[in-house]
């Protein structure tokens, strides 16, 4: 345990009513201090998987019996890190997955190494995976210290697993690194070691792996070939703002309908004649649907003004709200909505929490305010989760 530790526990006993308060504020700089720092997920036949972990902070801390976990892992299953000795600032501590070996842990040369033996049941994923390291045994937002997601098949569907990173503000929703598979060896890292601004920005793939030292120069790096938009999944796969039929790069066709005697643009062809409307080729919709493009709900949005502040909620028959697809003009995962008249968003079928809603009918509420004019905006649709037979 941190002389820093001990004080916030310290504090914790005296102040009584303002524990969880205090005690959330002398902490998160600690936890803030050691980050995920590079992971190889794809090592070659023979060569365990590894994570590196970096303390950024200014003096040492102590990580006995933090965790790690891909969240798949069973109960009691997950990776516990045994290091007694407090690891100092700047110094790297290698963790070497599923593999038996003889632990290194003096810091001499900067670097501790340890093995988490065979009975975990944390396996890292090539194609698509995720990996989150806690404070304690016992996982939740309050002891989820970093967090990292990454796909190379070009689809993400981890989502549900993001849910404590998400509500600890360190992740955005349905998000992951996006890599091309590179074949064995390669790993991903952080642009530069504890480079950390929360976001998938801060991730690169890199061809010489460094565990244990500086991660690699600009020039070593692979920078991967910007991914083409998909016309038909409902995500923004180019990452220029635009999903779908709101993006240039894709072409009219039937998922992106264009009368040939209409000469307005695809963007134009999508905004509704109503405030809110559900695109009806994608209601019902099933998040297992064999077809990818009728795995979420389109809804646009046409308001009128730009000057209008919108929130869209989805809501079961007894009048709950069940997730917040957009407040006072703020998406999920961080989109900005604001100074947009027309536009869409997607519904997959969850709840707030991650979690897959019941099949039903639900009811998208929009509701707006002109803040030049004061006038309001409100308007509904019907949209149906189904489930495939």
Request: charged content about 25%; some cysteine.
């Amino acid at each position: 345990m941190t002389a820093r530790d001990d004080q916030t526990h310290r504090f914790r006993f005296q102040t009584g009513v303002s524990l969880i308060w205090l005690t959330i504020l002398l902490a998160s700089p600690v936890h803030s201090s050691v980050l995920i720092n590079e992971v190889a997920f794809d090592e070659p036949t023979g060569s365990p998987d590894w994570v590196e972990l970096f303390v950024t902070g200014s003096g040492p801390v102590s990580i006995n019996n933090w965790t790690l976990d891909d969240e798949d892992a069973a109960s009691g299953k997950e990776i516990k890190i045994h290091l007694s000795t407090p690891v100092p600032a700047g110094a790297y501590v290698v963790v070497y997955v599923d593999a038996q070996g003889t632990d290194d842990t003096d810091f001499s040369d900067n670097l501790a190494v340890v093995y988490t033996g065979t009975a975990t049941t944390v396996s890292l994923a090539a194609t698509e995976d995720e990996l989150s390291l806690y404070s304690a045994g016992s996982q939740s937002t309050a002891t989820l210290v970093d967090f990292a997601a990454w796909v190379t098949d070009g689809r993400y569907d981890g989502v549900r697993d993001q849910t404590a990173a998400i509500d600890a503000g360190i992740w955005s929703s349905g998000t992951a690194v996006a890599l091309d598979d590179l074949g064995k060896g390669y790993s991903l890292g952080r642009s530069k070691d504890g480079a950390d601004s929360n976001s998938v920005g801060d991730w690169v793939a890199f061809s010489t792996p460094t565990p244990g030292a500086q991660n690699l120069r600009e020039a070593e790096r692979i920078e991967p070939e910007p991914r083409p938009e998909d016309c038909r999944n409902g995500r923004d796969d180019d990452e220029d703002g635009d999903v779908d039929c709101s993006d240039d790069e894709c072409s009219p066709g039937e998922e992106c309908p264009v009368s040939p005697a209409d000469d307005r643009t695809q963007e134009q062809a999508l905004i509704p004649e109503r405030p809110i409307q559900v695109d009806g080729s994608r209601n019902p919709f099933s998040p297992d649907d064999p077809d990818a493009a009728r795995r979420s709900a389109r809804i646009t949005f046409n308001v009128g003004s730009p000057t209008v502040t919108k929130t869209i909620r989805v809501v079961d028959v007894r009048g709950e709200t069940v997730v917040e697809l957009m407040n006072n003009d703020v998406g999920l995962g961080g989109s900005a909505y604001s100074g947009t008249a027309s536009g869409s968003v997607f519904w997959d079928g969850r709840n707030s929490g991650g979690e897959l809603a019941p099949i039903g009918i639900y009811i998208v509420y929009l509701e707006g305010m002109d803040s030049v004019t004061g006038g309001q905006v409100t308007e509904k649709d019907i949209v149906v989760l189904g489930r495939r037979f």
